[in-house]
Structures are given as structure tokens and as C-alpha cells.
């Protein structure tokens, strides 16, 4: 035996004892993580500490015992002055135009009704435990009048009144009941709360039939023990509302952050909503303005239902996984933009179901199980300018006609810009015959990525005769416009 | 000495019948086994002489070094199952051609050389001759696909830490099992043959049937009928890329949709199931290349 | 170890390659098996060592069924085949070791043994080196050396010379000699070679299309074709020289000679009479032997075919 083959094969045995022995030493427990990094900056809702002190109301240097006397005794267009907290406290305000304030730290207005309760009181008889309004909001819209329920810690009643740097907290926990931590009436027209918080609550604000309101810089958390998460209250709950604007609230431990339901002409900026159903909301509610918001780890991100021209722009939704987890789900939607997105980390990018006229641009899709799944019956769908990265599948659709989505980045395409234009001669077929097949028998799947389903891909990009059902980039982007690797962490 | 002093025995007897060197222990299972053995080694001696052990061992740690460089870009363990996923989508081509190429003349070659009438004329049977070989070439390609690959393996502890080697070694493992199962057919079409030609022409048939055809076929099964469940089943075992595929891609996230492993939980096929098709895979062409061996004419 | 064939015969296909041949090889002896190609030489010797069994008929060597017991057979023989080749990566003492430990045959005289062998066959220089680059002559010596390592009690070997120099079948002859003279080892082999097998064998069949046309010992073929011999003289005067002749034997003519068949006691005489009167300016005498036997047993035409 010449010293080759004695050290080969000792070098064999040498390589295959060293990973055996590797492998059982390391043991499994390497389980990866998130390969998505995501920290947002957000409160930190935990360290809330309310103040012990008893509470003070001061309008005109007159001093009160309880929100109530003061605000009654105030004229309009005062300032009620509060000071420490106020213990089972129930406000109605039906002066107009008074503005509440805190002179140290956050008044708090105490509304008794959460502590107690270990469980909600819930006689809603769904045997499912589903509120009324998860989904279809029919039941609240028939079920509600103008007047709170005797668990809502603040009503207002009165136009024009501003609630600034107060903290109410501990309303009931019906949701049947609709017990909230600020209801505004219809009388309640361009009401103002801002840099406050709602906490311990089942709804947070709920605007009912209101005009006008804005909501600026307050943070919204909601019952945290309660499940499932359809027996909580919405964050922020527009009910045939219009001109709302809503503006750097942070919201969590409620169903969905900021529930739209007929509201229109209404604008959403710069919100902060995790740990939800869904981070926002749309039901019936027209002409819309989203921006800049970002939602992450709820179930999904922006779920826009039966409605119409919404602007959804420069959102970011993260690691929303929930059972049918989407970035952005548009379901019966029309006319409607959907642009500068970016939607990492989810089951689905974006989900489009039945919506016609939808305009997907200059999105980031980015290691979604799914980057794009349009359901048939969806038409007139204009998908470009977005990037594509990293997604499981990129894109997905079980329509049998072929679809194009030309001017996206591909990260899996092979490009060739012979033009220098910035995009590439070579189309990309992103989705085709085989993922079709995958998607009416799901077993086939085992069959991805074998040499068979990269051929018949290669043949659906290579020969555009075929025209396969499913979908081609016919000048695909060279280059993403969008920093996906800052998603990767540093 | 002369050749009658040689055929003497040590004490002037003349020899015959009565002197000449009977086997030890003949027809015993320890017996068989040291006659193979003595194959077995003489197999791997060529093998490694030849250079095979050498070039297979380059080109598995030329390609997977590739990888490693080219998909260096991401961090993280989702970086390390991309590159796991791209060495299983280069090795689902690449293992099954080598071990084809590698062993198509295992026994056809030997015929032109004269070497396999010695071989049937020795006290051996022949199916000791296509076990042995298969035993002593599997060991070269054993080692190539283990040292081969095996290469990569402290590049990818340095940039993503030990977890990887639990992973990693699977696939190690599950190349080495379909880098024998081509083998074995290799072996196969090699012992039934009557000239090497005709083993390269099969065993390239083999490569495209079982890395292109029988795939494609089955995609289009599974398209045009409605099929029972087990369908998909059958396609997998019926196919060691596909095993190996499946085997090696189910302990990573990446691939096929939301996660390899969840589209595996939808159809039957289970651990043990791929794990005992590719060990069949491996040992059925052989025992069917040792039974045809003997109706091999010289 | 005697080899007895009963009634063989084998078909590939339409071809009959042998038909119906029996013979005996006696223990000890040394057979020759002569033949055209195509004979059905090959044929026989594979079947006589197990690679293939006859269609119908026996063989047996000693007590052995071969188409029965074809690994037994195979430790009772050494066997060299026609087309005989080794792996060039190898040396030659590789060869023999690995020869040795599949037959299974103790380390202790194996180590031994194979320094002999090579010694014999006269490889001992080259047993280190590979194959690769042996010529064919050291190839066939190589061949015979693992063929003679374990002392087979029957040695048969399959057209051993075919394509050596002629230094080449000097030395094998010299080899297979002191095989045969000096050892009770059965030898067989098969040649077209008549010189050989004339000079080496005891006994002789000759096949020919796959039938046996004669087998018996050398001498009593030889017998049977008759004592006499035929002189060819070159004389200047063929007239003179042919009457004289007649007194000696039957006489044929051509322009420069005459052929004289007669016993071969009255050769000197013949010679003598005629060298008296004519100028005799060569002689050739030539005895009846396996070539005259190997005319009779195969057709005329065939004959064409055998290099002498």
C-alpha cells in the first residue's frame, strides 16, 4: 500500500469522523433565526408608571376634586389644568372647546373598570368567541348609537375639544359593549388629542360619526391578557368619520391598530403598530392617505378591505405571520396605489383578491414566503418599478392567462443590460407553468428547484412563444432601487 | 530454481495433484470475504493510482469552494442555507455525472485490458469480482465527495460558527449516498455491457433520464391526471436525485416555498422512507450487477 | 489429474463452435490442442475451465464436474488465458500477491513463493515496475507465473506463444518444458503451431470446425500415417537420377529435382547410388509427422490458413 492510498483514504475517514463527531458535539440545537433584522424605535410601552398622587383639576384658579366638576364648571374655550391621578373617574365633557392639560407629568384619568376584570365580559354568543366587526364591521355599525357605554372612562360630547398630555386608562373589557377609552360623539367635531396616552383599554379612541379630529403622538395599548385577539377593542376606531388625521401614535395590545370603518378623506402618518391582529384596518372607507406607517409582528400589516382610491405610500410592514400573514392584503379594493412599500419578512408580501385597478410600484418585497400573490379575479393590476429579493417565491399567481410585470428588480434573474439602460434584455419569468402546478398540487413542490423545474423555467424565460399562464418581466431591472441589505442587519 | 524445482515441494516430492496449495478454508463466510477483500483493496489501489481519487476530489472541492466564494455575500444562517442550497443544486448535476463517469468501465474496462479473464479464472465468483469492485471503487468516490466537500466546511465554521456542521454533515451525507447510487448503476450498466462505448452511452442516458427526463415526466404526471396520493411518493424514490434533493434540502428553510420541510410534511414521504430508497438505490443495482455478471460472455 | 470430454457441444447462436468432441487428457501428460482459428480451441479451454458451460455433454477434471462446480475447478487450475492482460498500474509482484490471496494460499508461502515464480519466469528484475511497461512477451511470462503459483495440478493455457518473438517462445517453451518433463502436472494447451506441439506434447487432438478430426498420442499418429520418408535431392541430371532412384523407392520428378518416398532404413543407400553418378547439389529429407496428420484430419484447402 504506497503512502497515497494509505493517506487518502485516512484523510477520508479523517473528514467523515470529523463532521460525525462535529455534528454530534454541536448537536441540533442551532435552530436559525429571523435572517430578518428589524428594530424599530419604538416606546417602550412597559415602563408606563402611573402617579400615586391625588388628583387635582384647576379651571380658572379654582381648585376640583374630580375631571368631571371641573370640566362642567369650566366656560368654553377654558383649559382645565389636571394634576395627579383620578380614581374611577367617568368624564362626559359637553363644554365646547375646552382643552385638558397636564401641569406635571401625565394626569392620569382612571377609569376603574380594567383592574378587576380577569377576563372580559363578553356575552357576545358567537361560538367562535369572533366580536361582531372582525371582518365585516356590520354588527358594530347596527349595534352602536352616539352614547358610550357606561365602561368608557372620557366621552366627549362637545365640538372642538382638545385633550393634550393626560393618560386615561382602565375601561371595561366589552367589546361587545364598545368600552373605550375616549368615545367622541357626533357632537365631538375637530377634536384634538395629542402626546397622551390610552392604556388598559379595550377600545382606545373611538370616533363615532366625528369630523375633523386629530390624533398626534399618543400611545394606545390595549388589554394585553386578552385572547383571542377578536375580544379586544381597536386601537383607534373610525366609524362613518371624515378628515381624520392620525399622526405618530404608537398602538399595541389591541385587535387592530387603527380600525377604518366608512371613514373617509382620512390620513394616517407615521404610526407605530405591533403585536395586533392588524396593524390597520380598512372597511368601506374611501379616499384614504396611509404613509410612512410601519407595522410589524402582527398577524397582518395593512389588511385594505372593500374600499376604494387609498393611497398606501412609503409603509413598512415586517414579520407580520399571522395564519394568512400579508404585508399589505388587498381584498375588493379599487383604484388604488400602493407605492414605495417595503414589506420584509411576511408570509405574503402583498395579497391581491379580487381588486381591480390596483397600482403596485416601487415596493420592496423582500424574503416574504411569498413576494406577490395575486389571486384571479383580480384585474388590471400594474406592478412595476418594485424589487423582488430573496422571497421563498417571488411571485405567485394561479391565473391562467400570462401576466406582465415588466420593470421590476428580479434578485433571482439573470440579467444582461446590453443597452446600458438600466434594464435587461434577458425576461425574466418569475412565475410560470411549474409553480402553477406546485400551486394546484401542493405535493409537487418536492419538485422545486430540481433540474426538471429550472428547465422548463429556463424554456418559459428563453422562448417567448411560449406563452405559459403565469408571470414575465419582459425588461427586468438590473438594479434594485431600494436598500434591501440594511434588512439583513449590519 | 527452475520451474520443475518450483513445482516440487520442499521435501523432493514430486509435484501434482497431491501438493499444490489448496485454499485455507474454503466456502466459509470468512473465507468469501477475505477473497473480496483481497478484490476490494486491489479495486481501490487502481482507483487511486489512476487518479481518480485525486481529480473527483478536486472538482468536488473546486465547485464547492466556487459556491462558497460567490455566494459570500450574506451573513447570518440565512446566508449558510444559501449556499447549502446551491451546493445541493450543483451536486444534484454534478455528483450523479462523476459517479457515472467514474464507474461505467469499472467491469467493461477491465475486459479490454484481459485483466477480467484472469479475474473469472481465479477461485472467485464473479459476483465477488462486481461487489468487490464496487467496494473498492466506492471507497475513492466515498472519500472524493467526503474530502470534497468536506473542504468547505471550516470556511463555513469560521463565517457562521459550529451550528452548521449538524446541517452541513447531513449533506455530506446525503451526497455521499447518491454519489453510490449513481455508482451502483454505473456498476450495473457496466457488467451487462459488451464494450465501453456502449457504458458511456448508458450511463450518460442514465444522467439525463434521471436528471432532466424522469422529472419532467413526472411534472407533467402530476399536471395532466389527477393522481392518488403516493403518486408524488413513488416519483421521489423512483428518482436518488430526487431523494438526495429532498434529503439534503429538508433540513434548510430555503428552497420550495415556506421552507423545504413543510412541503415535505405534505406529501407521505418520511426520513426513513428517503433514507431506505436511497439505500436501495445503492444496493439493489449492485446485487442485480452481481446476479447478470454471470451470464457475461468473455 | 486426467481431464475427461464426453460428447461436448456448443452453439453461439447459429455458429457451432464445438460438435460433439470427445477426448481424454491423461494425468501427467502434456495435450496439445491444435487448431485453425476458429477451430474451436477457445471455445473448448473455456469450457474445460468453468467460464462456460457446454450445451450438452461433460467435463470433468479428475472427479469434478466443471459445469458444476466451477470455483473448484478453478482452484485445481491454472489457467492462462488467450487474451491476457493485467491492469498497467500495477507491478508484477502486485499482481502475483493479489493472485495469492484470492486463492487464498498462506502468506508465509506466498511471500516465498512469489520471489520463485518471478525468478522462473525470469521477471524477477522487472517485478517492480508497472505493467504498463512490460512488453508482451513479459506480459505472457507474467501470465504464466500466476498461472503455476499455487502448484496446479492442471495447467492449461490458451495459444501461449501466439504473438511472442521468436526469443520470446524459446524462453516459454523452455519454461513450459521443465514443467512437463520433470513434474506429474497435467498440461494442456492449444497452439496452431504444429512445431511446437510436435516438440512438446505427449498427445494431440486436432479440431477443425468445431469437430475433433484426430487425438492420440503424438507417436501413435505418427505411426499411423507410416514410417516412411521423403527425400528431395537437386541433381543436374533428373533422368539418371530418377531410374536409380526407382530401385529405391516411388519416384516423382520436376525440372531440377526428384522426390523419393521410401523406408527410411534405405536412405543412405539411396543417397549413396545416386551421389556415385550424379552431381547432387542438395538434399532434404523430411519424415512424416503432425503436419502430414494435420493435412489428413482438416481439409486441403484449410491448410492454406496455418502458418507453419
Not at chain 1, 123 to 138: E, H, R, W
Not at chain 3, 287 to 305: C, M, N, S, Y
Request: proline fraction near 3%.
Amino acid at each position: 500500500m504506497g503512502t497515497l492510498e494509505t493517506g487518502f483514504v485516512a484523510l477520508s475517514v479523517l473528514v467523515l469522523l470529523g463532521t460525525a463527531v462535529g455534528g454530534v458535539v454541536v448537536a441540533d440545537d442551532g435552530e436559525p433565526t429571523d435572517r430578518v433584522t428589524f428594530d424599530p424605535d419604538v416606546r417602550d410601552v412597559d415602563s408606563f408608571e402611573p402617579t400615586e398622587r391625588d388628583g387635582t383639576a384647576v379651571v380658572d384658579g379654582t381648585q376640583y376634586e374630580s375631571v368631571q366638576s371641573a370640566v362642567d364648571a369650566a366656560s368654553p374655550g377654558d383649559t382645565v389644568t389636571l394634576e395627579g391621578r383620578f380614581e374611577d373617574e367617568r368624564v362626559v365633557i359637553r363644554t365646547p372647546n375646552v382643552t385638558l392639560t397636564s401641569t406635571d407629568g401625565f394626569a392620569v384619568i382612571d377609569g376603574g373598570a380594567g383592574d378587576s376584570a380577569a377576563a372580559p365580559d363578553d356575552d357576545d354568543g358567537s361560538p367562535d368567541g369572533k366580536a361582531p366587526g372582525d371582518d365585516g364591521a356590520v354588527g358594530e355599525a347596527v349595534g352602536s348609537d352616539s352614547e358610550s357605554s357606561n365602561d368608557t372612562v372620557l366621552s366627549v360630547d362637545a365640538p372642538g375639544v382638545t385633550l393634550d398630555g393626560v393618560w386615561v386608562r382602565n375601561s371595561g373589557l366589552s367589546a361587545t359593549e364598545q368600552d373605550a377609552g375616549i368615545w367622541v360623539t357626533d357632537n365631538g367635531s375637530d377634536f384634538r388629542l395629542v402626546d397622551s396616552r390610552i392604556t388598559d383599554i379595550t377600545f382606545g379612541v373611538w370616533l363615532h360619526e366625528t369630523d375633523g379630529a386629530l390624533l398626534r403622538n399618543n400611545t394606545i395599548v390595549g388589554h394585553e391578557g386578552v385572547y383571542p385577539l377578536a375580544k379586544r377593542g381597536n386601537g383607534i376606531h373610525l366609524f362613518y368619520t371624515s378628515d381624520v388625521r392620525m399622526e405618530e401614535n404608537a398602538i399595541t395590545g389591541v385587535r387592530d391598530g387603527i380600525y377604518f370603518s366608512w371613514a373617509s378623506e382620512s390620513h394616517a402618518h407615521g404610526n407605530y403598530m405591533w403585536d395586533l391582529r392588524f396593524g390597520v384596518h380598512y372597511m368601506y372607507s374611501d379616499n384614504c392617505v396611509l404613509e410612512g406607517n410601519v407595522a410589524f409582528d402582527n398577524e397582518v400589516g395593512f389588511a385594505l378591505m372593500v374600499s376604494r382610491n387609498l393611497e398606501i405610500v412609503n409603509n413598512t410592514a415586517v414579520n407580520n405571520t399571522g395564519p394568512s400573514g400579508h404585508g399589505i392584503q388587498v381584498l375588493q379594493i379599487d383604484d388604488t396605489v400602493i407605492n414605495g412599500n417595503k414589506l420584509v419578512g411576511n408570509v405574503h408580501g402583498v395579497h391581491l383578491d379580487n381588486s381591480q385597478r390596483i397600482t403596485l410600484e416601487d415596493n420592496l418585497l423582500m424574503e416574504n414566503r411569498r413576494g406577490a400573490h395575486i389571486t384571479s379575479g383580480t384585474r388590471d393590476a400594474e406592478v412595476h418599478g418594485n424589487s423582488f429579493v430573496h422571497n421563498d417565491r417571488q411571485a405567485f399567481t394561479p391565473m391562467r392567462a400570462q401576466k406582465h410585470w415588466d420593470g421590476n428588480y428580479w434578485s433571482d434573474a439573470r440579467s444582461a443590460d446590453l443597452t446600458g439602460d438600466g434594464t435587461s434584455e434577458i425576461r425574466h419569468r418569475p412565475e410560470g407553468l411549474v409553480e402553477v402546478i406546485a400551486y394546484r398540487n401542493p405535493e409537487a413542490a418536492v419538485f422545486t428547484n430540481s433540474p426538471a423545474f429550472d428547465a422548463v423555467r429556463m424554456a418559459e424565460s428563453s422562448f417567448p412563444i411560449l406563452e405559459s399562464p403565469g408571470v414575465v418581466d419582459n425588461r427586468p431591472l438590473v438594479e434594485a432601487e431600494h436598500d434591501w441589505r440594511r434588512y439583513y442587519g449590519d | 530454481m527452475t520451474a520443475a524445482e518450483l513445482l516440487e515441494d520442499e521435501d523432493g516430492v514430486s509435484a501434482g495433484e497431491t501438493v499444490f496449495e489448496a485454499s485455507e478454508g474454503n466456502g466459509t463466510i470468512v473465507d468469501s470475504g477475505r477473497r473480496t477483500a483481497a478484490l476490494v483493496l486491489n479495486e481501490y489501489r487502481l482507483a487511486v493510482r489512476s487518479r481518480w481519487a485525486a481529480a473527483l476530489t478536486a472538482i468536488f472541492a473546486l465547485f464547492s469552494l466556487l459556491i462558497l466564494t460567490f455566494s459570500g455575500a450574506s451573513v447570518g444562517p440565512a446566508g449558510f442555507e444559501r449556499i447549502v442550497a446551491s451546493l445541493v443544486n450543483l451536486a444534484v448535476y454534478l455528483l450523479p455525472l462523476a459517479a457515472l463517469v467514474f464507474g461505467y468501465d469499472a467491469v467493461v474496462g477491465h475486459e479490454d485490458s484481459g485483466w477480467l479473464d484472469v479475474l473469472f479464472a481465479l477461485p472467485i465468483s464473479r459476483s465477488q469480482v462486481v461487489i468487490g469492485t464496487f467496494i473498492g471503487r466506492g471507497i475513492v468516490l466515498v472519500g472524493a465527495t467526503a474530502i470534497g466537500f468536506g473542504v468547505s466546511l471550516p470556511f463555513l465554521v469560521r463565517d457562521f460558527g459550529a451550528s452548521v456542521i449538524p446541517t452541513f454533515g447531513f449533506f455530506v451525507f446525503a451526497a455521499i449516498g447518491v454519489a453510490l447510487a449513481f455508482f451502483a448503476i454505473a456498476v450495473l450498466v457496466s457488467s451487462v455491457v459488451s464494450e465501453k462505448v456502449y457504458a458511456l452511452g448508458g450511463v450518460l442516458l442514465v444522467w439525463v433520464w434521471f436528471t432532466l427526463i424522469h422529472d419532467l415526466l413526472a411534472l407533467g404526471f402530476v399536471a395532466a391526471f389527477d393522481l392518488p396520493s403516493g403518486a408524488i411518493v413513488s416519483m421521489i424514490v423512483s428518482n436518488p436525485a430526487d431523494v438526495f434533493r429532498v434529503l439534503a434540502l429538508s433540513r434548510l428553510e430555503v428552497g420550495g416555498g415556506a421552507g423545504f420541510a413543510a412541503v415535505i410534511a405534505q406529501t407521505d414521504l418520511s426520513m426513513n422512507t428517503l433514507l431506505a430508497s436511497l439505500g436501495a438505490w445503492i444496493v439493489l443495482p449492485t446485487a442485480l450487477a452481481a446476479v447478470l455478471i454471470r451470464r457475461r460472455r468473455l | 489429474m486426467e481431464i475427461k470430454i464426453d460428447d461436448v457441444t456448443k452453439t453461439y447462436g447459429d455458429v457451432t463452435a464445438l460438435d460433439d468432441v470427445s477426448f481424454d487428457v491423461e494425468r501427467g501428460s502434456t495435450f496439445g490442442l491444435l487448431g485453425t482459428n476458429g477451430a474451436g480451441k477457445t471455445t473448448l479451454i473455456k469450457l474445460l475451465v468453468g467460464l462456460d458451460r457446454p450445451d450438452d455433454g461433460r467435463i470433468r477434471i479428475g472427479e469434478t464436474d466443471v459445469a458444476t462446480a466451477g470455483r473448484t475447478v478453478r482452484e485445481l487450475v491454472g489457467y492462462l488465458p488467450q487474451r491476457i492482460g493485467f491492469p498497467s498500474k500495477l507491478t508484477g509482484r502486485e499482481v502475483l500477491r493479489f493472485t495469492a490471496r484470492t486463492r487464498r494460499i498462506p502468506k508465509a508461502k506466498w511471500q516465498e513463493r512469489v520471489p520463485d515464480v518471478l525468478d522462473t519466469v525470469g521477471l524477477a528484475g522487472a517485478a517492480d515496475r508497472n505493467i504498463g511497461g512490460y512488453s508482451g512477451g513479459m506480459r505472457r511470462r507474467l501470465g504464466l507465473a500466476t498461472a503455476i503459483l499455487n502448484r496446479p495440478p492442471v495447467l492449461i493455457l490458451d495459444e501461449p506463444t501466439a504473438g511472442l518473438d521468436p526469443e520470446g517462445v524459446a524462453e516459454y517453451h523452455h519454461v513450459i518444458e521443465e514443467i512437463t518433463d520433470r513434474t506429474d502436472s497435467t498440461v494442456l494447451f492449444s497452439s496452431h503451431v504444429l512445431s511446437e506441439v510436435e516438440s512438446l506434447c505427449d498427445s494431440v487432438a486436432v479440431l477443425h470446425g468445431g469437430e475433433l478430426r484426430a487425438s492420440g498420442t503424438v507417436e501413435g499418429l505418427t505411426e499411423s500415417v507410416g514410417s516412411g520418408v521423403t527425400v528431395r535431392m537437386r541433381v543436374d541430371d533428373v533422368g539418371t537420377a530418377a531410374t536409380i532412384a526407382r530401385r529405391h523407392g516411388d519416384v516423382s520428378t520436376s525440372d531440377d529435382s526428384v522426390v523419393v518416398e521410401l523406408a527410411e532404413a534405405s536412405v543412405s543407400d539411396l543417397i549413396g547410388d545416386i551421389n556415385e553418378t550424379v552431381d547432387v547439389a542438395g538434399v532434404d529429407v523430411e519424415r512424416p509427422g503432425l503436419e502430414t496428420i494435420f493435412h489428413d484430419a482438416v481439409e486441403i484447402g484449410d491448410i492454406g490458413e496455418v502458418p507453419a
